[in-house]
């Protein structure tokens, strides 16, 4: 791997290049008419995958659950869930992608199964089974509560109490996500073994779920109380010192490493919800960790050009030496980018992410510009929504995960007529669908083509250096991207009112690539740069 972005360009892993692409399985595209996405639904709209530009799909879990998280409550690491689909259709979906030179990343859940894994079946069955010790049980407190005060994400005590056993097991989600035990090295054997099987098949790498959650206390200390928690959620409550970004955890994460590293080509990027200094152990004091540990700042940041800039540069300067930057603007757990942003900022924000250096992880959907959609309470379907009635709109992820808008046909070509998706289709399918966008060359669609077409074909844009430029709007942040000769300015306006801009100490003019407004030609005076409210600029410099 390279260390720094002035090697050359041929030197560079598919991962650090391409842009990945998440697909939410159960709301892709339904093929046999259960209103629930499926493997064969994906393989259908391949087409649609290479018109994005992407280079590897990430699939949600896809195994065998009950489904009580979604798919991330897994009965078995080695299989496919029959809503999805077989093994067989499994192996043609990743078959199809590698023919047309694409990737596939499987979501990888090891800190818990299901309570109906059989490994947690046999746990619970007495507590001299040879599998006890896979999950994390303690005996009750003396006054027969919890053995301490650690608490679930999704509401109420990370505790549940099994009667027949006389013991509490742990589960930070739902008590249906029992938590293994990492401290048994008999259950990271296991957990390599599925990694393998997968591999084995040709995935070409992992998504890991909550992986800096894969280690706890081994004196199941009571995390102290939150000084700043704001009163709303009640897991923020705690400080998660004694749950999450154990020392410990990285052990596992090396051992990890070193299954992909006995294949070709193979990578794992890490679900980490942690500030910079912590985030960047996660690439490995050798990088020997994880090839990418996701970067969410951006989900989270005030959108506020001054907010940002600081945010990349601080993150551009934390990395360690060879840690290849990557970006995210949404996932399955986060509000909607149009949402939180608003339509016309989700171009800029586009525009960002497909610029930054580094490699952008986009959300289905947010290529056509969904946005949440509103879910009446007898639909809510996500436990932390269903569990804390008073919170749902602020934690259910289901306004997120509605059915991707293919046409104006019935069910937004989703599933056929007739049948009722899992869950609601936004109210405004009909006008924002992919065949309507692709018709209109000024869409979001056509937009995000036009610009990931770019940053593929630029080296710059993919693997040239970042620096930022002072623009002296405070509205404004604007960088460039060099690689060689190649240059490219991105200026990019957060704010609502015009900019006149001397930008003349970069060049005295440059060539229009794309505008966020669908400009893709003319020049335009740099000591003279007029950018519109909520505009994005991305200029070829001479
Ligand atoms: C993180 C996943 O992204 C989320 O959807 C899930 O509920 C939790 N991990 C538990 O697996």
């Known amino acids: 791997m390279p260390n720094s972005s002035k090697a050359s360009p041929e030197q560079y892993a598919w991962w650090q290049t391409g842009i990945i692409y998440q697909v939410y399985p159960r709301s892709f595209q339904d093929s046999n008419g259960d209103g629930i996405g499926d493997l064969p639904g994906i393989l259908k709209r391949l087409d649609y995958l290479d018109s994005l530009n992407t280079e590897a799909v990430w699939l949600s879990p896809i195994s065998p659950s009950p489904m009580h998280d979604f798919g991330y409550d897994v009965s078995d690491y080695c299989d496919v869930h029959p809503i999805f689909g077989t093994l067989a259709d499994f192996d043609r979906l990743l078959a199809a992608l590698h023919e047309r030179g694409k990737k596939l990343i499987l979501d990888l859940v090891p800190n818990h199964t299901s309570d109906e894994h059989s490994w947690f079946v046999e746990s619970r069955s007495s507590r001299d089974n040879p599998k006890r010790d896979w999950y994390i049980w303690r005996d009750p407190a003396p006054d027969g509560g919890p053995p301490n005060n650690w608490l679930s994400f999704f509401g109420g005590p990370a505790w549940s109490y099994d009667e027949q056993t006389g013991q509490y097991y742990l589960h930070q989600f739902v008590k249906q996500q029992p938590e293994l035990n990492y401290r048994n090295p008999e259950v990271l054997a296991a957990l ?40 709303i959620n009640p897991h923020a409550r705690l400080e998660h010192i004694y749950t999450a970004n154990l020392p410990e955890v990285h052990e596992l994460i090396r051992a990890m490493r070193g299954v992909l590293d006995d294949y070709d080509g193979r990578m794992m990027v890490g679900e980490i919800y942690l500030p910079n200094a912590e985030l960047m152990k996660y690439y490995g004091a050798q990088l020997d960790e994880c090839h990418l540990p996701f970067n969410f700042q951006l989900i989270n940041a005030p959108w506020d050009a001054q907010a940002v800039r600081r945010m990349v540069d601080q993150y551009e300067a934390d990395l360690p030496p060879g840690g290849w930057p990557n970006w995210v603007l949404g996932n399955h757990d986060q509000h909607r980018l ?67 808008q293919w046409d104006s046909t019935a069910n937004a070509g989703f599933a056929p007529a007739g049948v009722q998706p899992w869950l609601p289709l936004a109210a405004d399918y009909q006008e924002r669908n992919v065949a309507a966008q692709s018709m209109d060359a000024t869409s979001m669609l056509s937009f995000f083509r036009s610009l990931t077409g770019l940053r593929q074909s630029s080296k710059a844009l993919t693997v040239g250096d970042y620096a930022p ?27 609502v ?16 690539a794309l505008t966020t407004n669908m400009q893709t030609t003319g020049q335009v005076d740099l000591a003279r740069l007029e950018v519109a409210p909520n505009e994005g600029l991305l200029l070829r410099l001479p």
Not at 391 to 402: K, S
């Open 338 to 404: 149009a949402t939180r942003v608003g339509p016309q900022q989700a171009r800029v924000a586009n525009m960002l992410l497909l610029t930054l250096r580094g490699t952008p992880t986009c959300y289905y959907g947010d290529e056509i510009g969904m946005a949440d959609v509103p879910i009446p309470p007898e639909f809510i379907q996500d436990p932390p929504a269903v569990n804390q009635p008073e919170i749902a709109h602020i934690v259910g992820r289901d306004p997120e995960r509605t059915p991707m």
């Open 469 to 495: 430029v002072d623009t002296g709007a405070g509205d404004v942040f604007a960088y460039t991207r060099t690689h060689g000769d190649e240059r490219y300015l991105v200026v990019l306006n957060f704010g």
């Open 497 to 512: 009112h015009v900019h006149l801009l001397d930008l003349s100490q970069i060049s005295a003019v440059a060539d229009i």
């Open 192 to 231: 390599l073994d599925a990694m393998r099987f997968w591999l084995d098949r040709g995935v070409d790498g992992f998504r890991v779920d909550v992986i800096w959650l894969m280690m706890k206390d081994a004196l199941f200390r009571d995390e102290p109380l939150n000084p700043a928690w704001d009163g």
